[in-house]
């Protein structure tokens, strides 16, 4: 067996605390044995004295036996004492027997008694078990062999005894090894579970230790900035109060947002530390009896201006006679200016909210009702935990840390008392605050005996001002419960006859703080423009156009992405220089906000040097930028000046040519004019815009402006022209558009001159265009140009009659003419019959 297995039988031996499982076997194996001289009266009476005999000698060896159990130490030396008794009582059983007849006698069934009994009683090992076995089988059978009497009857004694103790034998053993599996196996799970427990153990006493110094460090942390804090605000608070002489406004200002930071600090730091001390259990209450109503109305009347600057009425109402309740008033005085400056933070401008006190039998309720904003049922139940806020959103509205409500819950309940809340969002809330009358619901553990309660740092200093310790700050728990609903006063924008400096920046940030802190840093350089909402920037930014925008990123409403996004998509406003301003940095920040349009970022908190910097350069940047945009747009204007004497340069030379043209020929002189005039009268009737007129108007006049290169020899042949010739005259919209086309603006045109020879079923030229492919100016000049070709005297023939020259263009509607144009040209044909100037034309008529 090795090392580990004795040890093991050790714990097994330990398990079951063998020392007192002998002690008790040897008592009862010794009343069994004294027992069952009933059974030798009986059933061996003529043998009851040498029987008595024996027992009273086994009953020795018990003695003797259980005198050694108690100078042995060890649980090995117990199982040798157990194995001894079991020795005594087989060896005192098989003597009887063999007296009693050896195979013969019934007394072999004590044998089986103590067989079986082996098994339960002690937790022999399996081996050990099978050697006693066998100690047994033997004592009993050989003796019985050597006292045998013959005869056939005795045989079958022997058969049937022997079968039976055997068998017992068997199934003790069966029975052992089992219990031997059991016992190690759930001893094995035993030690495994201990094992489990005492890491457990360890692992939770490490933690406790853990906990407790983080605990203590917290507390030590919080006392170190407390400590310096309050030095601050002491001699502050002085010099606000006029003790250390006439401040300037500006000075009293700033001094004052320093004041007020100062107070939001420590009343963060005084939470955390009180809600600490009850976390430990550390915190007691100093109780004393004070009329309750008074003392309730007394801190209304401290709340009361906060709730006037915001418009919020406060009501009253309790019952008429003196209430007498035991709190402590300091503590307790958290609870009720907690639940007031709550329910003034949460109720907007002209809302209302009431406190009750109710007196009952055995209770007295406080509570504070408004009808603000509400709170969500399902935040009901975990509004009092730590941290637990509505809104926990870093755009919230309200600021604020979440601990109030749930220093208000452990205050109650230091009271003996309880509080809840009833409320439904957009209508209201209702806190109730339960609290016992008399004292005999406080326990000795939440009372606080000691007169004085100053921790030694806190009392009187050399530092502490004349007047004012460093405690009265700490215990101004009124003005450091209301601090975050003090109004913050900025005074930012300058009307115009007040401007100062040249710049004008708009400052946008929801925290009036902040805002108080730009005007400081940046109003030696600059005019401002403060605000606190987005939308309210947005309409500054139309009044006053400032020169840049200092905008917060995360701010209830409109964020400042979304405002940056809507000045840089405003073709009015994207000039303006938008620097972004974020307590939160990292690269997605950044990334927002240039996806948004920013010219900039700087990130809280920034140093006044840096952003004046940054401002310089942007506003630098910006009137380069705009000196630029002046310049180009002088440029612009200069070049599209020449762009227009270049074009009508043009127009005029080419004009001069189309008349030039119309005098080469004779008989088509003042063609082009007539044929404009045609063109015109049909267009308008078609509805043309005036563009698509004047348009329409220079490619008519100059539609054959290709005859330019068409010598006058063919141009006034008098006889008809042969196929050269005619080749030669077709070319003339070709060479028409190629005139026109360098000049970018009358590429349009350049096109109708080139098709006004095309025919709507596509038989003209050049391109042998067809239907609506042909530009509709070029569809409609074709028919002005028939009717005046038509009408007009040439050199191989005479000048047609209009109505000559209508009956044609009618024939030719759907192959040469567009049938529309036609129609259009039909409703107006009248006006053509009269013209004034007919010239050509007039001859025919
Ligand atoms: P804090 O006001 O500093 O956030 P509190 O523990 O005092 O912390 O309040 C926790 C939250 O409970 C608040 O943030 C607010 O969402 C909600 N709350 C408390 N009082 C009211 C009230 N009277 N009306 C609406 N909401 C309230």
Redesign the pocket.
């Known amino acids: 067996m090795n090392r580990q297995d004795s040890a093991f039988k050790e714990r097994l031996y330990t398990t079951y605390e063998l020392k007192r499982r002998t002690r008790l076997i040897i008592i009862m194996s010794a009343v069994l044995y004294l027992l069952f001289l009933v059974l030798d009266a009986v059933y061996a009476g003529a043998y009851f004295k040498l029987l008595l005999t024996i027992r009273l000698g086994v009953l020795g060896a018990h003695a003797g036996l259980y005198f050694l159990l108690d100078r042995i130490k060890t649980n090995r030396g117990y199982v040798n004492i157990d194995k001894a008794l079991t020795i005594f009582d087989v060896a005192g059983i098989a003597i009887m027997i063999q007296f009693l007849g050896g195979f013969a006698a019934k007394y072999v069934q004590g044998l089986y008694l103590i067989i079986l009994g082996m098994v339960v009683a002690v937790p022999l090992a399996f081996r050990e078990t099978i050697i006693l076995y066998l100690f047994i089988w033997a004592s009993y059978a050989v003796p019985s062999f050597i006292n045998m009497p013959g005869g056939q009857g005795g045989w079958r004694d022997v058969f049937a005894n022997l079968f039976f103790l055997t068998s017992i034998c068997l199934l003790g053993g069966l029975g052992s090894y089992l219990m031997e599996k059991i016992r190690w196996r759930e001893l094995r799970s035993r030690m495994q579970l201990e094992d489990m427990t005492s890491q457990l153990q360890e692992s939770n006493e490490k933690l406790k230790t853990l906990d407790e110094l983080k605990t203590q460090f917290f507390a030590n942390i919080n006392h170190e900035l407390r400590t310096p804090l309050t030095l601050m605000l002491a001699p502050l608070k002085n010099i606000l109060d006029g003790k250390a002489g006439k401040i300037s406004s500006g000075l009293k200002d700033t001094l004052a947002t320093m004041q007020r930071n100062g107070y939001m600090l420590l009343k963060l730091i005084n939470n955390l530390l009180d809600l600490n001390k009850l976390e430990e259990g550390k915190m007691r209450i100093k109780i004393k009896t004070v009329d309750f109503l008074e003392y309730v109305s007394s801190r209304l009347n401290s709340v009361k201006p906060l709730a006037d600057q915001k418009n919020i009425k406060l009501y009253v109402q309790h019952p008429p006679d003196k209430i007498e309740l035991s709190i402590d008033p300091d503590q307790f005085e958290k609870v009720i200016l907690?639940l007031l400056s709550?329910?003034l933070?949460?109720t907007p401008s002209k809302g209302k909210v009431t406190v009750y006190v109710e007196e009952k039998k055995q209770t007295v309720a406080l509570i504070v009702e408004?009808n603000?904003?509400?709170?969500p049922p399902e935040m009901h139940k975990s509004?009092f935990d730590r941290f637990?806020?509505?809104?926990g959103s870093k755009s919230r509205l309200?600021e604020?840390?979440?601990?109030?409500?749930?220093l208000v819950r452990e205050i109650v309940n230091l009271h003996g008392g309880s509080v809840r809340v009833e409320s439904k969002t957009g209508k209201g809330?209702r806190f109730v605050v339960d609290l016992m009358k008399g004292q005999k619901h406080y326990g000795p553990d939440v009372l606080d005996r000691r007169v004085e309660d100053k921790p030694v740092s806190l009392k009187r200093r050399a530092t502490d001002s004349e007047g004012l310790t460093v405690h009265d700050i700490l215990t101004d728990y009124r003005r450091l419960q209301l601090v975050d609903l003090e109004k913050i006063e900025i005074v930012g924008g300058t009307p115009d006859a007040e401007k100062i400096h040249e710049i004008l920046l708009l400052v946008i940030d929801d925290s009036p703080e902040v805002l108080k802190l730009m005007k400081m840093l940046l109003s030696d350089e600059f005019d401002l423009e403060l605000t606190t909402s987005a939308e309210q920037g947005l309409k500054i930014l139309g009044e006053k156009s400032p020169d840049l925008v200092l905008c917060d990123v995360m701010m209830p409403g409109m964020d400042g992405h979304t405002f940056c996004k809507k000045v840089k998509s405003d073709d009015r406003y994207k000039h303006i220089p938008v620097i972004l301003v974020t307590a939160r940095s990292g690269a997605e920040m950044i990334s927002e906000g240039i996806e948004a349009g920013a010219d900039d970022y700087i990130a809280k908190p920034f140093d006044s040097i840096e952003l004046k910097a940054r401002i310089g350069s942007l506003l630098r940047i910006r009137k380069v930028e705009s000196q630029l945009a002046l310049a180009n747009q002088n440029l612009k204007m200069r070049t599209s000046d020449l762009v227009e004497q270049q074009r009508s340069l043009f127009l005029s030379t080419v004009k001069s040519l189309v008349t030039a043209i119309d005098a080469k020929d004779e008989y088509t002189r003042h063609h082009s004019a007539r044929v404009t005039e045609f063109t015109l009268k049909i267009a308008k009737s078609m509805d043309f815009s005036t563009k698509e007129m004047e348009d329409l108007e220079l490619a008519s006049l100059l539609h054959d402006i290709g005859k330019i290169a068409v010598p006058e020899s063919i141009l006034n042949k008098p006889g008809p022209l042969t196929d050269e010739e005619y080749a030669v005259i077709k070319e003339h919209p070709v060479r028409g558009e190629g005139i026109l086309k360098p000049m970018v603006e009358l590429k349009e045109i350049s096109m109708v001159v080139r098709s006004h020879h095309e025919h709507y079923d596509g038989t003209g030229y050049p391109d042998g265009l067809k239907g609506l492919g042909i530009p509709l100016g070029a569809r409609i000049m074709a028919v002005a140009d028939a009717y005046d070709a038509i009408t007009s005297e040439r050199p191989y023939r005479k000048g047609a009659s209009h109505w000559a020259a209508v009956k044609e263009i009618t024939r030719c509607s759907g192959t040469h003419f567009d049938p529309n144009v036609v129609q259009h040209f039909l409703e107006i044909s009248g006006t053509f019959a009269d013209r004034p100037d007919k010239k050509g034309a007039s001859k025919t008529i």
């Open positions: 907690n709550n329910a933070k949460f408004d603000g904003i509400g709170i509004i637990s806020q509505v809104d309200h604020g840390t979440g601990i109030g409500l749930s809330s």
